[in-house]
């Protein structure tokens, strides 16, 4: 069995519903009725039965519950829920209250179908939710640290890629599978936030991907063998980092700054890197800031033929996730099953 079929198959255990927030999106209701029909999840989609036969006409959505917020009999404690979460809060562009009443709340969430579906999350009414298909990863996890808000002890939301080998695997990651860190949220994270990144990204590799991780922080440089002092100071930042996973999480295989070719080739490991248990054996990727692992992640998925997974979020009191707008339907039904697990 595949990676992707044994991770449905142990999300179709958990019994999760899962709200998704894009019954606008042809992808996403196709998804729906998909996850549905192969029991990987209850979903709960957020949309019309006529906007969903327009966009994906065809589509059997049999067992998928449709909730409009403009009819729900759920909007009005949504309304007062989101009212009650925000009270206080100052719009920075305005510099009135962000909503004045219910009233106001409850306008917002009738336009904003994925502040609605944090919503429904924060409420219990559902395990999970997934959204950012046709959205920005901004729009989508808004409403995720304005209502949701972080777990308990953590301070960095942070994200992480689930990326699956292709057919024929890879000499490098035997396990066939791999994480890379943070690809999608932190733009320039500082020492102390690469730190939670790696511990974090080495938990979901654990629990989701089901891995044993060997997390390597990624540079330019190996082991001290370049400098950017004059510049950006990274390589001292990636040090750091290191350091102070290290000091959070003492039994996690950690190590670095490495350059890529040094966490993940034996050979090359052994030049650069010679005394260090991670270097040549990585499995969990932590790129110094979101230019390197957007792009590292990119041309792995378009060039080296790797299914990337997510991004899966971390962090979240409640299991939140957000798709890339390039995702394709199988993307959708993989982040559903991934956010059934965190659930």
């Not at 925000?86 to 502040?115: C, F, Q, W």
């Not at 190996?222 to 039994?251: C, F, H, M």
């Amino acid at each position: 069995m595949d990676f992707v079929a044994a991770l449905k198959e142990k999300a179709k255990k958990a019994g999760k519903t899962i709200v998704l927030c894009e019954g606008e999106d042809k992808r996403v209701v196709e998804a729906a009725a998909k996850i549905v029909k192969e029991g990987i999840a209850k979903i709960i989609l957020i949309g019309t039965k006529e906007e969903c036969s327009r966009v994906a006409p065809g589509v059997d959505l049999s067992g998928v519950e449709l909730v409009d917020p403009a009819s729900s009999d759920r909007t009005d404690a949504y309304a007062e829920l989101l009212y009650k979460a925000r009270e206080g809060k100052i719009n920075k562009k305005t510099g009135a209250p962000e909503y004045a009443d219910v009233a106001s709340a409850k306008s917002y969430i009738l336009k904003d179908r994925t502040m609605f579906g944090a919503l429904m999350l924060k409420a219990g009414d559902a395990d999970g939710f997934v959204s950012g298909a046709c959205h920005s990863t901004a729009n989508t996890l808004r409403p995720g640290l304005q209502v949701i808000k972080t777990a308990p002890g953590i301070k960095t939301v942070s994200s992480s890629f689930i990326m699956v080998a292709p057919e024929g695997g890879n000499k490098y990651i035997p396990e066939g599978v791999a994480l890379f860190a943070d690809c999608a949220i932190n733009i320039e994270p500082t020492a102390e936030e690469l730190s939670d990144i790696a511990i974090a990204a080495a938990d979901t590799a654990q629990k989701i991907a089901g891995i044993s991780p060997k997390v390597a922080l990624l540079s330019f440089s190996t082991k001290g063998s370049g400098n950017d002092d004059k510049y950006l100071k990274s390589v001292p930042k990636v040090q750091e980092a290191v350091k102070i996973a290290r000091e959070k999480a003492p039994d996690l295989e950690l190590d670095g700054e490495f350059q890529f070719d040094a966490a993940v080739a034996p050979e090359v490991s052994t030049i650069k890197a010679p005394d260090s248990k991670v270097a040549g054996h990585a499995n969990v990727f932590v790129f110094p800031n979101i230019n390197a692992g957007n792009i590292g992640y990119k041309i792995a998925q378009r060039m080296g033929g790797w299914m990337a997974i997510g991004p899966v979020c971390q962090g979240f009191a409640k299991p939140l996730n957000d798709l890339s707008r390039g995702c394709n339907v199988d993307d959708i039904v993989a982040t559903v099953a991934v956010t059934a697990l965190q659930a």
